[in-house]
T-cell receptor, first 111, second 115 residues
Framework: AQTVTQSQPEMSVQEAETVTLSCTYD???????LFWYKQPPSRQMILVIR??????QNATENRFSVNFQKAAKSFSLKISDSQLGDAAMYFC????????FGGGTRLMVKP | DVKVTQSSRYLVKRTGEKVFLECVQD?????MFWYRQDPGLGLRLIYF???????EKGDIPEGYSVSREKKERFSLILESASTNQTSMYLC??????????????FGDGTRLSIL
């Protein structure tokens, strides 16, 4: 079975600060892809960042970066210089043989 | 830009009714997906399809069926709606038949209430 765990149901960050959202997963596959998706309130789910498991280098997209620890099966998302528009539900997703989303983390950004 | 359109944002039905949720994508994607989203549970895959007339069960297919007669359209069917199927339903699509390494593009979701 494949599982994805987001242990933080809610997180809060001050505007312009940095926040890290955690995600751990369990898989028996050697080749897989990991994603972070963002779902703003009442809006469409959109892709934030993607990591290929065979790549050791951590993915980066502007203010968003990941800390991918393959041996530990950990895939955390770091948001730097947080902005009000970053407030959303964030979902970690493992696209292997099974397509598995985590339970989500609600991020609140304080002005 | 990829557009995934779900036919309704909000839907209210009664128990026992047969319910159809429609999804259309305009980018000629091979893969299409139906999820339900519940608080604390994230998104759970109901069914997906790699191609026309092809379907695969996801994690929670019970009580649901799907239809993909045309490449751009993927329908979710609740055969006999029950109150525990009240949820947000999300449709998604992605290119390529597999591996599933491409990001999915999501619709706006349908909030379905079964009374």
């Amino acid at each position: 079975a494949q599982t994805v765990t987001q242990s933080q149901p809610e997180m809060s960050v001050q505007e312009a600060e940095t926040v890290t959202l955690s995600c751990t997963y369990d898989t028996s596959e050697s080749d897989y892809y990991l994603f972070w998706y963002k779902q703003p309130p009442s809006r469409q789910m959109i892709l934030v960042i993607r990591q290929e498991a065979y790549k050791q280098q951590n993915a980066t997209e502007n203010r968003f970066s990941v800390n991918f620890q393959k041996a530990a099966k950990s895939f955390s998302l770091k948001i730097s210089d947080s902005q009000l528009g970053d407030a959303a539900m964030y979902f970690c997703y493992n696209a292997g043989n099974m397509l598995t989303f985590g339970g989500g983390t609600r991020l609140m950004v304080k002005p | 830009d990829v557009k995934v359109t779900q036919s309704s944002r909000y839907l209210v039905k009664r128990t026992g009714e047969k319910v159809f949720l429609e999804c259309v994508q305009d980018m000629d994607h091979e893969n299409m997906f139906w999820y339900r989203q519940d608080p604390g549970l994230g998104l759970r895959l109901i069914y997906f399809s790699y191609d026309v007339k092809m379907k695969e069960k996801g994690d929670i297919p019970e009580g649901y069926s799907v239809s993909r007669e045309k490449k751009e359209r993927f329908s979710l069917i609740l055969e006999s709606a029950s109150t525990n199927q009240t949820s947000m339903y999300l449709c998604a699509s992605s290119p390529r038949p597999g591996p599933l390494n491409q990001p999915q593009h999501f619709g706006d979701g349908t909030r379905l209430s079964i009374l």
